[in-house]
């Protein structure tokens, strides 16, 4: 998106009519959503749709750029940047393609990922300072000394960011995850993970991988000690928390491995089975890259995600240096072949036993049908899972509606559940972790109790059915270099 004073300006005159019109039907009750937004919310919700679901849709390259502006680093945060080594060892990649196909109960279609570097960035609150405060000109080591000064729990967070796989990175996420470092009073790392359409699965869940590993047992001349798996929680926002699931299920499927022991990673020895990590926590995650369940229907009002793209406007999507993929590929993450995997959409999961606890949020939006049932699932299987939904509350609410008081209440929980599992009493806390369910009503956050094992719209094997019903469709529709976008 262009954002040059020009390009805002011809965006948003044509919709001043519009937003008169919104504002007036709020006002008088009229609007399908005013009982439960406010005037605001229903204009930035207008707002953002008309972001996504433009006529003619921005080159992906250009998208891409446009979110991996760094903000700057200013203010109640502390930000360290780190690169992760590449481990001599090729292991990790080895039990990576080996879960890859061990879990494809098809013909799969994809590119073994190099083992690469990985980018991230520790996070944690500067306290006493101005909003405004500019970054003290420090080396990274010096940055990341100064953070652990402040943190006082043994809590990591190691944090995936969104942006439907091909956008964003822990620039964007600095907010959030300082945020979430100041409520736990512990440390985010965040990971720059590969991104698509460039690098597609499984790059992003390698690096994932190689991150988890890394906290666990630090590469040479790391900044951190090792962290116990323990106190390490992973978190994520929509692809974010796509990719943490898998991550889970990674691990899950490597420690199933009825020949493989051990693996090498920077010259240690790792015994399986991998340790567990404390907990997962996630802010709407995108578990179903087909895009099949009823709630992206039944809950587009309450949304400003666009709808899965059809075949007429396909056509109409730019190319450019980045898209369409040679050799042509039909999603922007994976092969078509490859979206039915579980470690490509979690909602194709059948297995969560041993998996740590989880946490969900959700707003009543286009994803929560799939987030259900995962949840559901995984509670019936013995699993901790701990589900929160908000009424009327779209995608993410939490991480752009910060005035909210359901925003605050979910970063409340969110890091509360981070504390529990992680912290200095983690196993005393994570025994006391009961399966919950619990609605919030929209504006009130007046609370009511779900049964989690209930929450999923239909049984299992109808969701795969769905899953594989809509994939087919896909790849009929596909022609030529026409290519179908996911865009969250």
């Excluded at 940055?143 to 796989?165: C, K, N, Q, R, W």
């Excluded at 620039?171 to 945020?179: G, K």
Aim: net charge negative.
């Amino acid at each position: 998106m262009d954002t040059s004073p020009s390009a805002l300006l011809r965006f948003f005159v044509p919709k001043v009519p519009f937003i008169v019109k919104t504002a007036l039907w709020h006002s008088l009750w009229l609007s399908p959503t005013s009982s439960k937004w406010d005037l605001r919310m229903e204009i930035t919700v207008l707002i953002i749709r008309s972001l996504l679901d433009i006529p003619v849709p921005t080159p992906l390259s250009k998208q891409q750029r446009w979110s991996l502006k760094d903000p700057g680093i200013k203010g109640k945060m502390w930000i360290s940047k780190v690169v992760l080594a590449r481990p001599e060892e090729e292991d990790i990649r080895d039990v990576l393609v080996e879960a890859v196909d061990s879990l494809d109960e098809g013909n799969g279609i994809y590119t073994t990922p190099a083992i690469v570097p990985v980018e991230v960035e520790w996070t944690g609150y500067r306290a006493n300072v101005r909003h405004d405060a500019h970054r003290l000109d420090l080396s990274e080591a010096q940055h990341y000394d100064s953070l652990m000064a402040e943190v006082t729990s043994p809590v990591t967070i190691l944090y995936f960011h969104g942006g439907v796989h091909f956008m964003m990175d822990p620039a964007s996420h600095r907010i959030p995850t300082s945020r979430l470092a100041h409520l736990t009073n512990a440390r985010c790392l965040s990971v720059r993970y590969r991104l698509a359409p460039q690098n597609p699965f499984p790059c992003a869940l390698l690096d994932a991988f190689q991150a988890y590993l890394s906290l666990m047992f630090p590469p040479p001349d790391s900044f951190h000690e090792p962290v116990s798996a323990r106190h390490i929680v992973l978190a994520g926002d929509s692809a974010g928390g796509n990719i943490s699931l898998a991550l889970v299920q990674l691990i899950l499927q490597v420690n199933r491995s009825p020949t493989r022991k051990t693996l090498q990673f920077h010259g240690r020895s790792v015994d399986l089975p991998i340790p567990m990590p404390a907990g997962l926590a996630g802010n709407s995650p995108w578990a179903d890259l087909t895009r099949c369940m009823p709630s992206l229907v039944s809950n587009a009002q309450w949304d400003y995600l666009p709808p899965p793209m059809t075949n007429e406007k396909i056509s109409t999507f730019p190319h450019d240096e980045i898209w369409p993929t040679d050799p042509p590929r039909g999603d922007v993450y994976c092969d078509l072949s490859m979206l039915c995997h579980p470690l490509v959409s979690p909602l194709a999961a059948k297995d969560w036993t041993g998996s740590c606890p989880l946490w969900f949020v959700y707003g009543e939006e286009m994803l929560a049908d799939e987030g259900k049932s995962v949840a559901s699932l995984a509670a019936e299987q013995g699993v901790t899972v701990i589900w929160e939904q908000f009424e009327a509350m779209p995608h993410c609410f939490s991480m752009i509606f910060d005035q909210l008081q359901a925003s605050r209440r979910c970063f409340k929980d969110w890091a509360d559940f981070c504390a529990t599992v992680a912290g200095d009493t983690a196993e005393e806390g994570a025994a006391k972790l009961e399966t919950k369910g619990t609605w919030f009503a929209a504006k009130t956050c007046k609370e009511t109790d779900v049964d989690v094992r209930s929450l999923a719209v239909c049984a299992h094997d109808e969701v795969l059915e769905r899953m594989r019903s809509t994939t087919a469709a896909r790849m009929r529709g596909e022609e030529g270099e026409g290519k179908i976008m996911p865009k969250l």
